[in-house]
């Protein structure tokens, strides 16, 4: 990413400020619990050069003060996480995940097994599961898209309450016209404009952030689905591919575009790409989960027997996810792979060139999509394409912060902000993979992973 002179001086300046601004509390943080990240490269998230051997201050749940070591004081009674050789940058946030879902290769298959296991294997067990691979990752923000409704809604209490896990926001069951083959609570089937906006206010009313419009839903479907959902204030995200779609989608108001450009199609038309470029909305393309992930898992299968996974979901669990992989190749869920690989890079590229805001979402837990490595991958797709690092780390955190999730809290390590902070080894900048290698995860100012006494069990 190019940074003018100008730009870096002016950073630098208000960094001076900053810092100089909040050593007037210093003596208050020493009182109170204070955490510091100190010695590692620092990635802000602002469209700015890093800053090297970085100090960030935490004190409770929020940022404290920024900037080199040598100008940010360190209160006594510091909790001093060392973060030498290592990169400091917003936790990651991913804008399409699947709570309830793990990886299993086979959606009837992994339904019926749970039906058969719920004494051991809840879904709030699932839940739970999936909450602390994502936190490990380095994610700790996220938008769930497509759970039972009450689960969904309790796990994220759980998670608010300091269980391990993202920040959620969550849609519960999703609106659709083709009933899939997920369960029943899952999904609500619309049969008309009217019902589907009565079934968005009763979303809204038990308490959902968002609001999921799945698949075959006709143009009035989305107009009124849009209506009722911002009369609440709340955001809609659609799940669409064909051309058609993303244009009646576009025209109703929907808020985010999901999985556009990743189904094995040619791309948009320059006049619907000018559009959505033009608007400022956010599309969040999901484009790995496929057309990379398959390839990437026949070259290298050992991807699939992570000896991690046995401890994470016990041994039945384990066991039955690694029989659904018996057949990789032959999966269901991967039939139109020929056409998304070759369609992908065309896909991809018209995001990065036609300067419409784009997110980063996985879509994981579908099938071999693990939340432990989905994010990363997915961005890696982007950099490998031609999306410089420094952009596509901020699509992965302060876009997905601000433009999908509206906060403004989040997605950037400035002073005020909520901390939310991960540390990586290596320089991401250099490596994308090194997104991959998470050590230090703090979120709300709570460390969970790295550092001398992470508290994830607290």
Request: hydrophobic content about 40%; aromatic content about 8%.
């Amino acid at each position: 990413m190019r940074v003018s002179l100008r730009n870096l001086w002016r950073s630098a300046a208000v960094l001076s400020v900053l810092t100089v601004a909040t050593t007037g509390v210093f003596a208050q943080a020493a009182a109170q619990k204070t955490i510091a990240l100190v010695g590692g490269m620092l990635i802000t998230g602002r469209e700015e050069l890093p800053i090297n051997h970085a100090t960030v201050l935490i004190q409770g749940n929020r940022i404290l003060a920024v900037g080199p070591m040598d100008q940010v004081k360190i209160p006594a009674g510091a909790t001093v996480i060392d973060t030498h050789t290592q990169t400091m940058l917003p936790g990651l946030i991913d804008t399409h995940v699947h709570m309830v879902l793990i990886g299993h290769g086979d959606y009837p298959t992994y339904f019926k097994w749970l039906d058969n296991h719920q004494k051991d294997y809840p879904l709030s067990r699932i839940m739970d599961i999936s909450a602390e691979q994502l936190i490990d990752a380095g994610v700790t923000s996220a938008v769930d898209l497509g759970s039972p409704l009450q689960d969904i809604l309790d796990l994220r209490t759980r998670i608010n309450k300091g269980m391990p896990g993202p920040r959620l926001q969550v849609s519960g069951p999703w609106l659709t016209r083709h009933v899939a083959i997920f369960p029943d609570n899952y999904q609500h089937n619309v049969t008309s404009p009217q019902d589907a906006a009565d079934y968005v206010t009763m979303l809204a009313n038990a308490g959902v952030d968002v609001i999921k419009a799945h698949s075959g839903l006709t143009r009035d479907d989305y107009f009124a689905i849009v209506k009722a959902a911002h009369a609440k204030n709340i955001k809609v995200h659609a799940h669409i591919y064909e051309e058609e779609s993303v244009r009646n989608a576009f025209d109703a108001g929907v808020d985010v575009m999901q999985h556009v450009g990743s189904a094995g199609l040619p791309p948009y038309s320059p006049a619907l790409l000018n559009d959505l470029a033009r608007s400022g909305r956010p599309v969040v393309p999901t484009v790995y989960h496929r057309a990379w992930l398959y390839p990437d898992t026949i070259q290298f299968p050992e991807r699939l027997d992570d000896p991690q996974f046995k401890g994470e979901l016990g041994e039945p669990l384990y066991t039955e996810m690694m029989n659904s992989f018996k057949n990789f190749p032959s999966l269901s869920y991967f039939q139109r792979v020929d056409r998304e690989e070759f369609f992908g890079d065309k896909s991809i590229r018209q995001w990065i060139d036609s300067g419409t805001v784009v997110g980063m979402g996985t879509d994981n837990g579908t099938p071999a999509n693990f939340h432990k490595d989905a994010l990363w991958r997915e961005i890696k797709v982007f950099v490998d394409h031609g999306m410089p690092p420094m952009r596509a780390i901020i699509d992965a955190t302060r876009v997905n912060a601000r433009n999908i999730m509206g906060n403004r809290d989040l997605g950037t390590i400035e002073p005020g902000k909520l901390a939310d902070i991960i540390a990586v080894d290596g320089n991401p900048l250099y490596d994308i993979a090194a997104l991959g290698n998470v050590k230090v995860v703090v979120k709300d100012g709570v460390i969970y992973k790295g550092g001398p006494k992470a508290e994830k069990n607290k």
